[in-house]
């Protein structure tokens, strides 16, 4: 099936025919190729999820069937783990190891989690200030909650599987219909994700998944007039362009965009404990986390103890092809990627940073980069100030506990942020003046599905997971009946 996707329960190519490559991000090598797809395929898949969503095999579907149909998939995904590990590993360049205990693994967890709500949602009955029923006549009202219909989903490359199931499992559970967009890096898992689909039971046509650039597939989704309802991953910059297109036309929307996390350090923190955390949160994934630690603030009393333990893990890091069980972080994304994050590395050191470990861009035809930790560059600075989305921690000190708050609050970002501290009073202090979706407390970048998951300020709105993601495939409809 090599050079088709998924539309309308077939494997199609592109209208035109044209197609994309996929590249091994460790050997700068094109393996497979997909296609990629136009206006006019998007126009094809979204009459397929509009024919699906009105398919009573689809919309007559019992809720409980529903939850088995995603309990199989998960089941399905679980019998096929090494597989989905390694395509997603040669496909992103992430270590096979970390593919297989993070993406896959938490994918099933997030598939088995969604499936439960299928059976699980309702309505109110809502008092209203009429005569009553019981009064001898007078009027009844309530509430249910309806699937928005067919949704439109565009996902980013970092954790491409991931952030499929983050967007077809809820649809699925509410009785949407889906059209998914994977990114063009790393399509591979999200196609054969679609296998699994359809031999989980879903009817044709319920989910689609189409390949092709976000400039025209993405562009399609998102000022469809025919979609309900978008749903974005990826960059601010992106994200907005999606935003207003999708407005023009009334669609729901929700973003969740980038990020450029703190991670606060105490004094009175269990230092070994938070130099491990503080390593993990940033350079797991390479750096390409949304809500990666990129900015660390550390009390001017242990600054140097922490950054220089930070500083010896990362230089220990095994760098390798993602494929290799013993890497411990594999190459970037795309040579697209590291150029730009070396970018940012040589910007930092021309705005007067530091390089405390490294800080060289390699030429090698695979796009590896070492760790990198800057210090002593202005809060103002760039390398501070935005998302570099790769291996890139810059690292500062802080005396007091609100200048700690007031620097983790200067970004335009607010996706997630971690407190790093023993002291109860502090973090309780701490916590609600921090300006992030999530806040972890001696952890970093732990999810769970139940744990509503979403952005502030320019890491966007809406929360993904947990109950929460309901809200956005649902739409709330009132009734009343006069009785
Ligand atoms: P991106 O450039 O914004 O791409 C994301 C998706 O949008 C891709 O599928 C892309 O397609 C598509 N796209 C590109 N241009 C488009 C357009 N004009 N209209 C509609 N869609 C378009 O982001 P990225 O570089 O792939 O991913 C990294 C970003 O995602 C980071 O900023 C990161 O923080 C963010 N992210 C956020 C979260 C979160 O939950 N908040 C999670 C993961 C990542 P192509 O691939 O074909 O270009
Ligand atoms: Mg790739």
């Known amino acids: 099936m090599a050079g088709t996707m998924l539309i309308g329960g077939e494997w199609v190519t592109s209208v035109s025919g044209n197609t994309q490559d996929v590249i091994n991000p460790a050997t700068a090598e094109a393996f497979t190729y997909v296609p990629s797809a136009n206006m006019e395929d998007v126009d094809k898949a979204v009459a397929a999820a509009r024919?699906?969503?009105?398919?009573?095999?689809?919309?007559?579907?019992?809720?409980?069937?529903?939850?088995?149909?995603?309990?199989?998939?998960?089941?399905?995904?679980e019998s096929n783990i090494d597989e989905f590990a390694e395509l997603e590993s040669l496909d992103n360049g992430k270590p096979?190891?970390?593919?297989?205990?993070?993406d896959v693994r938490s994918s099933i967890d997030y598939l088995r989690y969604i499936a439960g709500w299928a059976t699980k949602m309702e309505g109110r009955t809502v008092d209203v200030s009429f005569?009553?029923?019981?009064?001898?006549?007078?009027?009844?009202?309530?509430?249910?909650?309806?699937?928005v219909g067919v949704v439109g989903a565009i996902i980013p490359w970092n954790f491409p599987l991931n952030m499929a199931v983050w967007k077809i499992g809820p649809a699925l559970a509410t009785g949407c219909t889906i059209v998914l967009k994977p990114a063009s890096e790393t399509p591979l898992t999200a196609l054969r994700l679609g296998e699994l689909i359809l031999e989980a039971g879903f009817p044709e046509g319920v989910v689609n998944i189409i390949?092709?650039?976000?400039?025209?597939?993405?562009?399609?989704?998102?000022?469809?007039?025919?979609?309900?309802?978008?749903?974005?991953?990826?960059?601010?910059?992106?994200g907005r362009a999606v935003g207003i297109a999708a407005m023009k036309n009334i669609t729901r929307v929700s973003l969740e965009l980038g990020g450029k996390s703190p991670v606060l350090v105490f004094d009175d923190a269990d230092l070994d404990a938070a130099i491990a955390g503080a390593t993990s949160a940033i350079f797991f994934n390479q750096g390409q986390a949304c809500t990666a630690g990129s900015r660390l603030y550390v009390q001017r009393s242990v600054f140097d103890q922490v950054i220089e333990g930070v500083a010896a893990r990362a230089a220990n890091m095994k760098i390798g092809p993602g494929l290799d069980p013993t890497t411990q972080m594999g190459p970037l994304v795309s040579q697209r990627q590291r150029q730009s994050v070396c970018n940012y590395i040589e910007k930092g050191k021309?705005?007067?940073?530091?390089?405390?470990?490294?800080?060289?861009?390699p030429d090698s035809p695979g796009y590896f980069l070492q760790p990198t930790i800057l210090t002593g560059m202005p809060q103002a600075s760039d390398v501070v100030q935005e998302e570099i989305f790769g291996p890139v921690l810059v690292a500062m000190p802080f005396d007091?506990?609100?200048?700690?708050?007031?620097?983790?609050?200067?970004?335009p970002y607010g996706l997630a942020s971690s407190i790093w501290s023993n002291d109860h009073k502090k973090i309780h202090r701490v916590i609600p003046d921090l300006q992030a979706g999530t806040v972890w407390v001696n952890c970093h970048n732990l999810l769970d599905p139940n744990l509503p998951f979403g952005?502030?300020?320019l890491s966007g709105f809406g929360r993904e997971m947990g109950r929460a993601v309901l809200d956005l495939y649902t739409e709330t409809k009132s009734v009343l009946m006069a009785v």
């Open 131 to 147: 005569p009553r029923p019981r009064d001898g006549g007078g009027y009844f009202a309530y509430t249910a909650q309806e699937p």
């Open 455 to 457: 952005g502030n300020k």
């Open 211 to 238: 390949t092709g650039s976000g400039s025209v597939v993405g562009a399609a989704i998102s000022s469809h007039p025919d979609i309900d309802k978008i749903a974005f991953t990826g960059s601010t910059e992106v």
């Open 400 to 411: 007091e506990v609100e200048e700690a708050v007031s620097l983790a609050n200067d970004s």
């Open 96 to 102: 096979v190891m970390m593919a297989n205990r993070v």
């Open 51 to 77: 024919m699906a969503f009105r398919n009573p095999k689809w919309s007559q579907m019992r809720p409980s069937h529903r939850q088995r149909a995603l309990l199989k998939l998960a089941d399905l995904l």
């Open 350 to 361: 021309k705005q007067g940073a530091a390089v405390l470990t490294g800080g060289s861009c």
